[in-house]
C-alpha cells in the first residue's frame, strides 16, 4: 500500500495528526470562551483546547504515550521518509525542491505542541502561555524566557512575528499561507508577547497560531550582515529552534542529525521522552526492494512498511530467525483516504457521470483476496474510522445543512451513504463494467473504431502517473479493466521529486494519492478541497475541486461551535464529496506494520492518532545496555555515531 503525505510539512502534521506540546491548565471559564458559549475576561493559559477542557492537568509531567525515564543516547539509522528518494534543499518551506528528510520536525519547533491522544488540544512548547480573547477574534501568546535558538540567541515575539510574516509571503509554499489564513495578523506587544488576530471569530484559531513554526531571521544571512530572500534560502543548515542540529551530509541520498546538547527545551513535560536519540541517520533508497533488503540485512533500525504484499511474504531471513529484527503491528486511529485522483481540470473528467464510471472498474475485493492476502479494508469515507464521517442515512442536523444546497449538490447525497461497489457474489466486475458503460454512454462516451470515444471522435486517454516501484502492481489490474471500456491508458513512473513538481503544477492524469489523516477536520479543509486552492499551484486541492456546495459545508465545519455540529458538518460534506466522485477510493490498513531491530523500544502507550515514522523517530529509543558486553553488542547493531 501506498502512503504520501502532503508536502511540505507533509504533517500533517503541520496539520492535526501531527503535534506540538507542554504543561496545561484550562479552567472552566477558558474551555467556555473556546467553545464561544460566553463572554469571559481573558486567561492565560498553559493549555488549551477546542472542545472541552485539555486532558492533562497542569501538573503533568509527560504525555502518556512518552516514556520520560529512557536515556538519549544511540543512533537511529532511518530509510526513506515522504517517499523521497532524494533531497536538494535544507528548507522545508518552499514551494520548490524536495526538503531533506524530517527536518521540518527535528529543526523546527512550534508556539505550543498537539497532543496526540486527543482531537484538538496543545500544550505549551516556546510559548508557556496563550490568552484568549473571550470573542475568540485574538489570542496572545507569551514566550517562554528560557527559549532559545541553536545559536543561543533568545527566542523573541520578534522572531515569531517574522516567521509568520515571512510563511504568508509568496517566497514560501501557499501551503503555509493557506494553513494560518485564518490570521489577520500578529502584532508585537513587547519582547517576549506576541498577539494574533483572526480575520473573524476562530474557534481553533487559537490552536492554528500555536501550530506556527519559528524560525531565526539569522537563517541564511550573509557575512555583510545582509539577508537573501527567503525563498533563496535552500542550502544554508537552518538554525535551529527544536532538538536537532544538521551534523552530516554525504550526498542528496544521506543526512545525518545530532541532538543539541543545549536544546532548551528537554525537560518541559510537552518534550520529557521525546527525541531519545543522539544522532538520526536517514538513508534514501530509490526503492522499497532496496529499502527492505538493506532492513534485513541489519543496516537499518527500523522499516515501515505500507506493502501488504512485503509484509507477509519478505519478512524473513536469517536475522528474523535470530531475532535480531522483529515484526511488529500497532493500532492506529482515524484512516487517511486513499484513492486513484482525478484531476478535474482535464475536460475528459468533467462530467460525474465519467468518474464514477471510471470507479465502477476498480475491482477492490479481487485485489484484496489476491494481492494483499485480505489485510486492507475498504475506504467508504474521507474520515474513515472517525466519527466525523457519515454512515447510514443524514442525520436532523446534516439535512438542515444539505437542504439548502438542494439542486447544487448529487440528489444521492440525501439518501444512504454510499457503500463503493463491489465484486462479492451476486455481484461481478462483469456487472460493474456493464454499468460502467451505460454511464459512459449517458456522458457521450461510446465504443467505435477501437475506442470510446466522444462526440467529436477523441479517444479517451489517461495516463497514471506514480513515483513508487510496486505501484504498478496496484495499477495494471485497473488499466485492464478500463481497457475493457474502451479506454487507452499507459503508467508512468517517474522520480520522486518530478513527481511533487508535476503534482505542484497539477501535471497529471490519474495518480494514486493520500490525505493523510486528521483527529479534528479543521483549516486543512479549505487547502484540499476549497474553490479558492483549485488554481493556486503548490494547493493540496490537487483534483481541482472547485463547488459553492463544498465551500459552505467548509464554513459550516470551520464555524461550529460545538463538537456535534462539527460532526453534522463534516458527515454532510462527506456525502456530497463522494457522490462527486472526485476520486476512486482504493483501501486502508487498520494499523501500522513496522519491522524493528530488537535493540529499540517503545512505550507501552501507543497513541491515538499518529504518522507511523513520526512515533518511530520521535518516541522510540535505544535500549539501555545491561551489560558491558551488551552494550558492545547494541552499539554495533544500532549503529555507531561514525558509521
Known sequence: MKFVKFRPSHTRPATVARGRFAPALVTALTALAL?????????????????????????????????????????????????????????????????????????????????WDELASEYALIANDVEVAPDLTSATFHINPAARFSNGDPITAADVKYSFDTLESPQASPVFSAQFSVIKRAVVIDKSTIRFDFKQAERDGPLIAGDLPVFSPKWGMRADGTRPPFDQIAT???????????????????????RNPTYWASDLPTRRGMFRFERINFRLYLDQYTKLEAFKAGNDDVDVEYSATQWARKYVGKNFKNGLLKKGEFDDGPAQMQGFLFNLRKPMFKDPRVRRALGLAFDYDWMNRMMFYGQYRRTNSYWEASPFGATGMPGPKELALLEPLRGSIPPEAFGPMLKQPDTIPPHSLRDNLKQARDLLAQAGWHYRDGALRDANGTAMSI?????????????????????????????????????????????????????????????????????????????????????????????????????????????????????????????????????????????????????????????????????????????????????
Open 35 to 115: 467553545l464561544g458559549v460566553v463572554p469571559v475576561a481573558a486567561h492565560a493559559s498553559s493549555g488549551i483546547s477546542q472542545y472541552d477542557q485539555p486532558k492533562y492537568p497542569a501538573s503533568f509531567t509527560h504525555f502518556d504515550y512518552a516514556d520520560p525515564d529512557v536515556p538519549v543516547h544511540g543512533t537511529l539509522n532511518f530509510q526513506n521518509y515522504d517517499e523521497a528518494q532524494s533531497y536538494d534543499s535544507l528548507n522545508p518551506y518552499l514551494v520548490r525542491g524536495s526538503p531533506a528528510p524530517y527536518i521540518k520536525t527535528l529543526m523546527f519547533d512550534t508556539l505550543m505542541q498537539r497532543s
Open 236 to 258: 544554508s543548515p537552518p538554525i535551529a529552534s527544536s532538538a536537532y542540529l544538521i551534523e552530516a551530509r554525504k550526498n542528496d541520498k544521506a543526512i545525518t542529525y545530532r
Open 463 to 643: 495516463e497514471f502517473m506514480d513515483d513508487q516501484p510496486g505501484m504498478d502492481r496496484l495499477t495494471l489490474p485497473y488499466m485492464q479493466a478500463l481497457g475493457n471500456l474502451g479506454i487507452q491508458t499507459n503508467f508512468r513512473e517517474i522520480d520522486s521529486a518530478l513527481y511533487q513538481k508535476r503534482l505542484d503544477n497539477f501535471e497529471y492524469d490519474m495518480t494514486t494519492f493520500i490525505y493523510p489523516p486528521v483527529t479534528i477536520p479543521g483549516i486543512e479543509l479549505t487547502r484540499r478541497f476549497g474553490s479558492a486552492a483549485a488554481s493556486q499551484p503548490g494547493s493540496e486541492n490537487y483534483p481541482g475541486i472547485k463547488s459553492k456546495a463544498v465551500d459552505s459545508l467548509i464554513k459550516s465545519a470551520l464555524s461550529a461551535t460545538t463538537l456535534d455540529d462539527l460532526e453534522a458538518a463534516t458527515r454532510a460534506l462527506d456525502r456530497v464529496m463522494i457522490y462527486s466522485y472526485y476520486l476512486v477510493p482504493q483501501y486502508y490498513s487498520p494499523g501500522a506494520r513496522i519491522g524493528y531491530k530488537n535493540t529499540l523500544g517503545f512505550p507501552k502507550v501507543v497513541p491515538n492518532s499518529y504518522q507511523y515514522e513520526d512515533w518511530v523517530i520521535n518516541y522510540w529509543y535505544l535500549k539501555p545496555a545491561k551489560t558491558p558486553g551488551a552494550a558492545a553488542t547494541a552499539a554495533a547493531a544500532s549503529g555507531s555515531a561514525a558509521h
